[in-house]
């Protein structure tokens, strides 16, 4: 074996990301590329049998087939109608209100965000339902598309969230705990969206008219009909898919495959089935999980080669020295976290990343399920924060030509949102039972 130091491993490995990252070349190559490469030299002939090893292992995971499960479950329901539903009903009901039509984004975000699990679908409904709708009315272009943007990036943080099945895995948590673990940061979250929006509507009137009486003019039963029969059926689903997690009556991967059957069969019952939209769920479910696996299995082999060589603990090593305790160790991590998120995709952080974080976490004291929702709470920022931006870009994307959105509009309507996800995760740091006290609730493990 050739003699290297993990000082250099962690050099070159660390380096080489970044230099690749900076070059634009796919992330998956970049990683793949520097594992097989470092491992020659750590590992020698054996390379190739610890890198498949490490990749199959992945592939052969059971628990990770709950991501294409829950993947199903929100593409479903999103073509089910749902959607444009309960943004009607919502409309009706809150339309009166000094920016209520950019509260109803949010909260329908939020709602969708308990069914998808995935932030590319919520943001472009979004984008499609809500941005017309408030522009055409008067809204400010930047608040309306700031709005659309935050709402929808709830979908990767509120269960069930593929972001927290794959840290999860990668640092062998338990699902069930970091899913309901984040359901209040992902719920304070939207509350500080809304009481931004309201605040900022009555400082600002012109950001946000309001929606004349005659649009709202619908007797009150029957806005009532329209809220029940597009909120309770996806709550009941949502519910049950996560009550047997909860209870511990079953695991994440059983439950999720029960809420992808339920959503084929939600789906049918609004009339919207059809061979079409089964085929455009599953081409959509195989890209972005081949997506994920691609990624994941180089990052896998890539941390495989990283920590086998010792560089985890030159890394540990360095946190610890920094200034200011465990809380000054904490911080370095959250920011170094904070600044990958402008360059690099989320999947490729939490692959990378969480292996090496947790047991840093772990020597530092703090709870392994805090930690990893703070962690998570943190890669929101990752989507609206350029130059990688995803959710923007995506906004962007979707948004109707007609309305003359420029892609600096959205930015400056997202940056404040930004604010109010640090402001999120210093909540958490103060009361951390936000994120501990549902867990602690769990019959199941």
């Given at each position: 074996m050739i003699e290297i130091t993990p000082e250099i491993v962690v050099i070159i490995m660390l380096g080489g990301l970044l230099l690749g990252i900076f070059s634009g070349f796919p992330l998956a190559y970049i990683v793949g590329f520097l594992g097989l490469v470092m491992g020659i030299f750590v590992w020698q002939e054996r390379v190739a049998e610890m890198l498949y090893l490490r990749v199959v292992s992945l592939m052969m995971t059971y628990q990770?087939?709950?991501?294409?499960?829950?993947?199903?479950?929100?593409?479903?329901?999103?073509?089910?109608g749902i959607i444009e539903k309960l943004y009607d009903a919502l409309y009706l009901w809150l339309g009166g209100l000094r920016g209520g039509l950019a509260v109803v984004t949010v909260v329908v975000g939020t709602v969708m965000a308990a069914t998808v699990g995935v932030i590319t679908a919520s943001v472009t409904m979004l984008t499609l339902i809500a941005l017309p709708s408030m522009v055409k009315r008067g809204y400010s272009k930047s608040f309306a598309a700031g709005t659309c943007v935050a709402g929808g990036v709830l979908g990767i943080l509120i269960p069930p969230s593929i972001m927290i099945i794959i840290y999860a895995f990668m640092a062998n948590l338990p699902i069930g705990?970091?899913?309901?673990?984040?359901?209040?940061?992902?719920?304070l979250l939207a509350a500080l969206y809304i009481i931004y929006?309201?605040?900022?509507?009555?400082l600002e009137p012109n950001l946000a008219p309001l929606v004349p009486a005659e649009q709202r003019a619908v007797p009150v039963l029957k806005k009532m009909e329209m809220l029940?029969?597009?909120?309770?059926?996806?709550?009941?689903?949502?519910?049950?898919?996560?009550?047997?997690?909860?209870?511990?009556?079953?695991?994440?991967?059983?439950?999720?495959?029960?809420?992808?059957?339920?959503?084929?069969?939600?789906?049918?019952?609004?009339?919207?089935?059809s061979w079409q939209v089964l085929s455009a769920v599953m081409t959509a479910t195989t890209k972005l999980c081949g997506f994920i696996l691609l990624v994941g299995a180089m990052s896998f082999a890539f941390v495989g080669v990283f920590l086998g060589a010792g560089g985890g603990e030159v890394v540990?090593?360095?946190?610890?020295?920094?200034?200011?305790?465990?809380?000054?160790?904490?911080?370095?991590?959250?920011?170094?976290?904070?600044?990958?998120?402008?360059?690099?995709?989320?999947?490729?952080?939490?692959?990378?990343?969480?292996?090496?974080?947790t047991p840093m976490f772990n020597t530092l004291g703090f709870d392994p399920v805090w930690a990893a929702i703070m962690v998570c709470i943190n890669l929101q920022t990752s989507f609206i924060t350029p130059p990688f931006a995803m959710a923007i870009y995506i906004c962007k994307g979707a948004a109707d030509p007609s309305l003359d959105i420029k892609l600096a509009d959205i930015i400056r309507g997202a940056l404040p949102y930004v604010v109010l996800i640090l402001a999120g995760m210093a909540l958490c740091v103060a009361f951390p039972d936000i994120i501990l006290w549902l867990p602690s609730q769990m019959l199941g493990r």
């Open positions: 990770l087939l709950a991501i294409p499960l829950f993947v199903i479950m929100g593409e479903m329901l999103e073509r089910s705990k970091l899913l309901f673990g984040a359901f209040c940061p992902g719920f929006v309201i605040i900022r509507s009555f029940l029969v597009s909120l309770v059926p996806p709550a009941i689903l949502v519910m049950a898919v996560l009550g047997v997690i909860f209870f511990g009556i079953a695991a994440a991967t059983e439950a999720a495959a029960v809420g992808a059957f339920a959503s084929v069969l939600l789906t049918i019952a609004y009339r919207r089935f540990s090593g360095a946190i610890a020295a920094v200034p200011g305790g465990k809380w000054g160790a904490f911080l370095t991590i959250m920011f170094i976290l904070f600044l990958l998120g402008f360059f690099i995709d989320w999947i490729g952080i939490v692959f990378i990343m969480a292996p090496i974080m």
